[in-house]
């Protein structure tokens, strides 16, 4: 027992070392361009601070992109994913711990992507991290668990909208993840949740603000909404 409890701390502590590494080597990018802008602007100038909301804007970019396409890269070289199952929440549980590990990395980066809109580079950010997109389809909203998420072609995901490829049941201190796929010609209406282990099959709309259940397939060519989402057409 004393071993677990060992490994454990050992894992938690292992976990938040590679985070904050991995996390601060993205500001790198941006203390480089603050360094820049120290050694060849003058500040005394006036035409400095007219220029400076748009440096820190700049600033910025430079800090979203770098975070993301770091962290990516990082968890696209290194495999960072999860399977489906069923887990019991301990870190020492593999695929938790990779779980913890690409949430830890991914969610910073998803959190600036909800702020600043990245157009096509959002999508690229999702394949680094294992998710299937198809052709001319916008991923709006959030994607909790994108290595177990799939899209098909021309699908449009609204604002808002959530989907889940895990859940926790902590009366059983356990964690469930499901793949979620999404088929072609699809929406998702705008502040919809689809649950873990969702189908969707081609050509469905989910009406904004639907709940869809844990593992409920949706069928081809009908319309599905309320709370449980249920077909309309």
């Known amino acids: 027992m004393m071993m677990s409890q060992d490994n454990s701390i050992i894992r938690s502590i292992g976990l938040s070392i590679i985070s904050i590494v991995i996390l601060s080597i993205g500001f790198i990018p941006l203390l480089l361009y603050v360094k820049l802008l120290i050694i060849f602007v003058d500040i005394e100038n006036i035409l400095y601070w007219f220029l400076l909301p ?8 430079i800090l979203l992109i770098s975070q993301i396409l770091f962290s990516g890269l990082i968890i696209h070289i290194f495999h960072i994913v999860y399977e489906p199952g069923v887990y019991p929440y301990n870190i020492r549980e593999k ?22 809109p990245i157009g096509g580079l959002k999508n690229f950010y999702y394949k680094l991290l294992g998710m299937h997109i198809g052709e001319n389809t916008l991923v709006g909203g959030v994607v909790k668990d994108p290595c177990v998420t799939s899209f098909g ?10 989907i889940y490829g895990h859940i926790h049941d902590y009366s ?7 793949r ?3 088929g072609d010609n699809c929406i998702i209406g705008a502040g919809a949740i689809i ?18 259940p844990q593992n409920k397939i949706l069928e081809s060519g009908k319309t599905y909404a309320g709370i449980p989402a249920k077909p309309i057409t």
């Not at 072609?153 to 959530?162: K, P, R, V």
């Not at 059983?172 to 499901?178: A, Q, Y």
Request: glycine share 8%.
């Open 153 to 162: 072609s021309n699908t449009t995901m609204g604002e808002y909208a959530i």
């Open 172 to 178: 059983r201190g356990t964690i469930t993840i499901r």
């Open 180 to 182: 979620v796929h999404i």
């Open 195 to 212: 649950m873990p282990g969702v189908t969707i099959q081609d050509n469905v709309i989910v009406a904004a603000g639907a709940v869809v």
């Open 95 to 116: 695929n938790v711990f990779r779980w913890m590990l690409l949430c830890t990395l991914y969610t910073p980066a998803r959190k600036l992507m909800e702020i600043f």
């Open 54 to 61: 748009f440096l820190i804007s700049i600033g910025f970019m």
